[in-house]
């Protein structure tokens, strides 16, 4: 039997190991495109669902046909100028999301920290993300050292949402709550979730060399 390791580490994706170098802005050009002729009212609430769709809307890398399927509870007029979107307007919000997701790039030294914290902890990952931005992550191999990746976009769920860290919490159970850190970049999705379950929280400063310092931080 293997003995036990130090804990559990669950980590945030972007801004705690790797990052957007260029923002496309794609999906906030086409929710200003669909809240067009809303009253002023009107447009925060398509905004928190609109966020809210593109996160939990499945395996589809088609960001328009994720968003149709959802069935969005979106005032009829977007949903009118949703279903009538033409294809060009399509073609270049899925540009967009492309673009950006080839500019994604990894925090320093990311896969040989990994296999080295892995080697002491287990590790988490609990992301928020659409489906798209899962490849950048998955095709280099870095989920190899995790014990479970859990995206929002496939389970339904968006942190701060306690739910979506107890499903973390599933692949830790043996450990108590005062070995098990939740390690991100923003205090009101990561450090919520951690605080409402009494968890530790390290909050990443969301710069290049973080991951290498953490790591140090862990592995003295």
């Not at 580490?9 to 495109?33: K, P």
């Not at 490849?135 to 990746?149: T, V």
């Not at 929002?152 to 850190?181: Q, R, T, W």
């Amino acid at each position: 039997m293997l003995p036990m390791k130090k804990g559990a580490l669950i980590f945030d994706l972007y801004g705690t190991l790797m990052q957007v170098t260029t923002r496309m802005h794609q999906y906030a050009i086409l929710c200003r495109f669909l809240e067009n002729g809303l009253e002023e009212s009107e447009k925060p609430e398509v905004k928190k669902e609109f966020k809210r769709v593109f996160l939990t809307c499945g395996t589809s890398t088609d960001i328009v046909t994720s968003l149709i399927d959802a069935k969005p509870n979106f005032p009829s007029k977007v949903i009118d100028r949703l279903s009538t979107l033409n294809e060009g307007v399509k073609r270049t919000t899925q540009h967009l999301v492309e673009k950006e997701v080839q500019s994604v790039a990894p925090f320093d030294d990311l896969g040989k920290c990994l296999k080295l914290l892995s080697e002491h902890y287990d590790l988490i990952l609990v992301s928020n993300l659409a489906t798209p931005f899962k490849e950048p992550f998955l095709s280099r191999g870095y989920g190899e050292s995790f014990k479970a990746c859990i995206f929002s976009c496939d389970v339904g769920m968006v942190k701060p949402d306690v739910n979506i860290f107890k499903e973390a919490l599933k692949h830790c159970d043996e450990y108590p709550n005062g070995k098990i850190m939740v390690v991100g970049d923003k205090m009101h999705t990561d450090g919520r979730g951690a605080e409402a379950l009494n968890l530790h929280y390290f909050k990443s400063h969301g710069h290049q060399t973080f991951v290498r310092e953490f790591t140090q931080f862990m592995l003295p």
